[in-house]
């Protein structure tokens, strides 16, 4: 009996994860991946892994499984009046084969379920409420990716607490990422003594190529240059900063 668990975040992995999907559910009755699972979660709607119709065949899946990654524009959306719309949708493809779907909050679990959130998967989105609302995962495999192991972890975790959980709020995990204890920075420090924060900032202003002053802001922003991220509010701040003396860095 193969047991195997896929974890997929957005659309990137998506074609191994609907692969998997698909190839659990027609297996499963025959006692093969029996016990094997796949969740998707979903960070940004916006991106969804768009291609023409025509790059189907070369993905290497069967007739049959078209329909799972099937998609059409709307007719505003559309380039030309001869243009069917026709395309292939990997987030989507992940929305119909997932056992389960979880978002980064309770909030956006329901933004996603409407026409203003859910960037034209939202009836898709509503009709799989079943598997976004609510977490229910009673298996134990064998994990080799670490992330993977505690993504899992934490939402078997919330789901204890929470049956009804219809999302799992992004956050870091205090125990990991405890600047007392952590083993990757150059020094502790704590909520009690805060000296050997200085001593990290000065360290990564000397691995960023920086100035090292102590007395100098070093602003860092972390994340994609998104409207969802407030990239727009960073832009509109970006002139007065400018005219203050101060670091920046960006991943």
Not at 137 to 157: A, D, G, N
Not at 190 to 219: F, N, Y
Request: charged content about 20%.
């Amino acid at each position: 009996m193969l047991n195997y668990f896929s974890l997929c975040n957005q659309f990137h992995p998506n074609l191994d994860f609907v692969c998997f999907s698909l190839l659990a559910a027609k297996y499963r009755p025959y006692g093969v991946y029996k016990d094997s699972r796949s969740i998707l979660v979903i960070h940004n709607l916006a991106h969804q892994g768009v291609e023409p119709a025509s790059t189907y065949p070369d993905l290497g899946l069967p007739p049959e499984w078209y329909g799972a990654l099937e998609w059409v524009f709307p007719e505003w959306a559309r380039r030309h009046a001869l243009d069917k719309g026709e395309a292939v949708n990997f987030l989507k493809g992940a929305v119909v084969t997932a056992d389960r779907i979880v978002t980064v909050s309770k909030g956006y679990s329901w933004e996603v379920t409407t026409a203003e959130g859910g960037q034209g998967l939202n009836e898709l989105l509503s009709s799989r409420k079943s598997v976004l609302n609510g977490i229910h995962i009673h298996f134990s495999l064998s994990y080799s990716s670490t992330t993977s192991r505690k993504q899992l972890s934490r939402v078997i975790k919330v789901n204890s607490k929470y049956a009804s959980t219809a999302g799992i709020v992004n956050g870091i995990d205090i125990n990991d990422w405890n600047p007392a204890t952590d083993k990757c920075i150059p020094c502790h420090y704590s909520v009690d003594d805060l000296s050997g924060k200085a001593k990290c900032k000065g360290a990564l202003q000397k691995e960023l190529g920086l100035p090292i002053r102590p007395d100098v802001p070093l602003i860092g922003f972390i994340g994609r240059l998104d409207y969802q991220k407030g990239i727009d509010l960073i832009q509109l701040i970006i002139p007065d900063l400018m005219r203050e003396d101060v670091q920046f860095e960006n991943s």
